[in-house]
């Protein structure tokens, strides 16, 4: 093998990190080839992270309906397990972003990945239906295969949740519109009809599945829904975070002090003096 140039070594170099999202030289920033002094004042954050994810300016619609998929993500109480952890780190002595760090940590598959799971199923339905299938029947045949669980479906909390009728109406302003073509919102209420069917109590969507539907309408692929969500719970995460930093407690566990947690081990007894 020939020994390469210092010119190659040195483009061997720069190829090592490239990059489609920023160029950055001496006095110099673009975004996906933006300005970022023509971006500055112009272009609101979920139209900065449409640009970073996929590489061009929204539409107006898009955004706004990006944006709007984000703010009820931003927080569900200190007993979230995301925020719980956040409040306890600080408690523990860590800096804010060392408890928001932790606390995304856990946006996992079980907390935090059930709108990308959903997303899933969603692409799932509409690959397999095409254009022309029943979305009821298939989507049956696909929750079939997935098990009892449906992520996107049913709330431990709330027999309803109150978010999703705003959002729901809100995608069917974008369908009117034109700014989405409301295949997505059709497969997520084939899912809700077919998990009525038979019931004695209904499994209606809850955030995951309507987010999912608006991320799949606007064409974002599943683990950037997942995504998407850390970023909105981030601000929860923040917040909590920043809250508990002004209380000034130390070391909070889970539960206050005086209640105790169930020993299940076996009643106290003594070390034998013989162990051979």
Not at 123 to 141: N, R
Not at 218 to 242: K, N
């Amino acid at each position: 093998m020939s020994e390469k140039t210092a010119e190659e070594k040195v483009q061997a170099a720069s190829d090592w990190w490239s990059t489609g999202i920023i160029d950055i030289h001496p006095g110099k920033i673009a975004i996906r080839g933006y300005p970022i002094q023509e971006l500055i004042g112009k272009v609101r954050f979920p139209e900065m992270i449409w640009l970073m994810l996929r590489g061009d300016l929204p539409t107006r619609g898009q955004a706004d309906l990006l944006e709007a998929a984000m703010v009820p993500g931003v927080d569900h109480g200190p007993q979230a397990p995301s925020i719980a952890i956040a409040r306890m780190s600080v408690t523990c002595g860590l800096p804010v972003n060392g408890a928001m760090a932790s606390a995304v940590n856990v946006l996992d598959d079980i907390h935090g990945g059930a709108g990308q799971q959903c997303m899933g199923i969603y692409y799932e339905i509409d690959a397999e239906a095409g254009p022309d299938g029943d979305l009821v029947k298939t989507a049956a045949a696909v929750l079939a295969r997935h098990g009892k669980i449906v992520p996107g479906f049913g709330h431990r909390f709330h027999p309803i949740d109150p978010r999703v009728e705003p959002l729901f109406a809100l995608v069917d302003k974008a369908v009117r519109e034109g700014t989405v073509k409301g295949r997505y919102a059709a497969i997520g209420r084939a899912v809700e009809t077919v998990l009525k069917e038979g019931k004695k109590r209904p499994i209606p969507m809850n955030i995951d599945g309507i987010t999912a539907v608006i991320f799949c309408e606007l064409g974002f692929e599943p683990e950037l829904g997942r995504g998407i969500f850390a970023l909105s719970r981030s601000v929860g995460i923040l917040a909590h975070a920043w809250e508990q930093k002004q209380m000034g407690a130390r070391i909070k566990g889970p539960l206050p002090k005086e209640i105790p947690y169930t020993y299940t081990g076996p009643a106290q007894r003594a070390v034998p003096d013989n162990r051979s």
